[in-house]
């Protein structure tokens, strides 16, 4: 067995497994050894051995193998002849004595397992006077008891030779139970590894399908490289087990040896899902066949096999794995598993959802009764989160539907379920399909239209085809009057088509639509009408009444409503506060995969404004990916911004070239105008930064003209203090006091940190002279504006740069070092490449005088913060104002001290009165 470090196993996910055989490989060629792989059926034991006996060869070992059959369990040393037979034609002739009547050599009575054992190992010692020899038996409990023992004995007499014995059992079923060889348990695969040896072994599965195979797989080796095989698509049925596979022969077959009663049970068990044995109880007893004395002990045939565990004390029964579940349910007939659903139906009567769902599979013809709870279970679904549940309990219905607009109305609400949490585009079609044979009248419905369009918008990206068909539904819905609710539910699509339109036209037929429907409009979408549509002119109700819903939806757990609530509270800067939420629903999208795609397109958008700049481009870029990987490329379209944003910010022409490039296409091509807007918000930053305000005054005209904030163009607000420093960079002041003036008319400026900061800064960039210290100071004490690091410092920058010019060198310097320092560390090259500018503009500080010590001598960093110390504010308040941590603030103040001939913060301000400005960080 020699070397077995080099390489590995191969086996994806037993990294450690590996690990724990080579080691043993090389003690066994050495010394000599024993180990056992133990575990459940499926979980990859022959192919440890299988690895193990590779590796083994591969260095000159002599492998002998066997393996446990069970029609010859009764056949004496019958595994053990296996094993030995290739010694059988050795050079030195077959072995005699006490082997010669065991193996077959010569005629007479086997001797006693000591003899036989004894006799092995002689053999085997004469085979390894060359090369290590490694013994490798697997399926341990099907081999004959008499080999059994014999090899029991020869593996504990191992050490000291150069022999290894290795073998493989499942769990609880060693025959070797009082030998004491170490053991090697092999568990379940981890997600990853699951994910990997799919990926691998069946690289084009489909994701929904990927997804059922390793929920039903639960990291089961055998499960995950042929379940592949036989799952299409997601049917909501039970996971099929072929006949035949070896998937079959470990799942089915021993479900299949069970008594009648016993299956029964189980197929009651597999159903119920829960595990809660009161359920199982009720369910049990709710069919009939079950008395409650004693209608547990139906279930000991399935616990000695191990193929469950009940845990009287919890209250629970658990399957040892899913697909025993799944074999219980694929061996049953019918009208069982229609029986044992119905049973279940009753003893679940109190809970109206599962109820439904079981009631459903009892059903063979149409039952309003049943579709009715399952509508309504399917809406409790989709408000847990579980947009995949809420589809399927919504098909299932449609088909217990007679055809009418009954049965149109829930397809068409599984096709809009669809779209906006499944992200399954390509199934909305049939769903479409299917509502209008069901009612020839289907294409008039609110809901029908809505779904279509809402296809439309997102699979095919036609926004005004989209808008079209929206606008005309909604108007015949409210003539004809079906009910403000199915009008209601069309809206949001509706919103969402204008946004992307980006054309104030357009937005009249939702106005309408919403001022008709009046107190009946659902609350997140009357604030989405404001502040989504319009955020200039969203009033402090509006704002007020948008607050509530961030606050709600931190503990709300439907998707779709989590990403309305925040998409409405972007552009009224209150997206932080609904980051938890987001985050939650990007990690844990699951069934919800469209919705969380929009959660990580948002999540991007805060990230830029937060200043957390890498992580906002790789959650842009990931969001993009999926996007066109699921069809949603419009709903992309502000992750795209985010990463033109980011390269405008940092300098990267080309990028922002081929970023807003994108953008500028999917407005030719889709008609979705607010990608003008975002390109021409990239195009007017990245000019800003490289200080071609001509450039940047013409780009950013793109979002209405200067002194007005347009309507129905939320980019505008966002890109206000870009619009008045390009102004006041042009010579045009009037105008960019007018776009202020506009700005203060907003409730939604003064609202929140972000909107506030930028009218301050945008009034201190038009503040007359005398005047503009103040106005700049006011914009740095916005209160929580250290939570826009980007905007403060191009404040700070441009206040640097006014107080340059008042002949205040000093305090210039103070804010210019501070802005630097944030820009370096957002890579923001072209303004920080400004600052520094500003800061040489200086000109040079004062020289030391007192051999290195004194206030002169301070770094100016070490000098702000040596100054808001003594002002009276703690580390950790000065860290958050100069976005540093407590810690590296004490190690500053800790360098400063010594140089001030201090040794207390109460002697700061004495110690620094009257000081010359310290060097900035260009002349250090």
Known sequence: MGDTTTGGSGLVGRETEDGVVRAFLARAADRGDALVVTGDPGVGRTAVLDAAAGTAAATGALVLRAAGVGSETEVGHAGLSQLLLPLLDGPEGPPGGALAAVLGVRPGAPPGPLAVASAVLALVDRAARGRPVLLVVDDLPELDRSSARVLGLVARRLPGRRCGFLAAARTGGDPLPDTGLPRLELGPLDEAASAELLRTRAPALPASVRRRVLDAARGNP????????????????PVPLPPGTRLHAVFARPVGALPAPTRALLLLAALEGTGDLRALRAAALADGRWSDDGWLDDLAPAERARLVRVDLAAGRVALRHPLTGAAAVELASSGDRRRAHAALARALAGDPERCAGHLAQATLGPDGEAAGLLERAAGRARQRGDGAGAVALLLRAADLTPPGPARARRLAAAAAATVDTTGDLPAVPGMLARARAADPRAGRSPAVAAAAAAHLLHAVGDVGTA????????????????????????????????????????WRPFDDALARLGTDVPPVLAVAARTLADPARATRADLGRLDDLVTAVQTDADPVSVVRVAAAAAPAGRLAACRPALRRLAAGGGGSRAAALAARVLLAQDGFAAGRWDEAGHTAAEAVREAGR?????????????????AAARGDEEAVRSRAGDLAAA???????????LAAHARGLAALGRGDYDDAARHLAALGPTGRLAPHAPVALSAALDVVEAAVRTGRRAQAAAHVAALRRAPVSAAAPGPALLLAGAAALVAPEEEARGCFEAALAVPGAQEHPFELARVRLAHGEHLRRARAPGAARGQLAAALEVLERLGATPWAARASAELRATGPSARRTDGGRGPASLTAQEYEIAMLAASGLSNKQIGTRLFLSPRTVGAHLYRAFPKLGVTARAALRDALAGVPTPRPPSER
Do not use: M, S
Not at 667 to 677: F, I, K, R
């Open 222 to 237: 055998l499960a995950l490289l042929e379940l592949p095989a036989v799952l299409t698509g997601d049917d909501g049925g």
């Open 467 to 506: 808008h079209l068909v929206l606008a005309r539904g909604a108007a015949t819905a409210l003539d004809e009057g079906p009910g403000p609710a199915a009008v209601a539910d069309a809206l949001p699509t509706l919103l969402l088509a204008c946004h992307l339109a980006g054309r104030e036209d357009l």
């Open 630 to 646: 699921l069809g949603y490329r419009l709903l992309a379209l502000p992750a795209v911004h985010v990463l033109a944003l980011l």
């Open 667 to 677: 407005a030719a091509a889709h008609g979705a105008g607010l990608a003008v807007h």
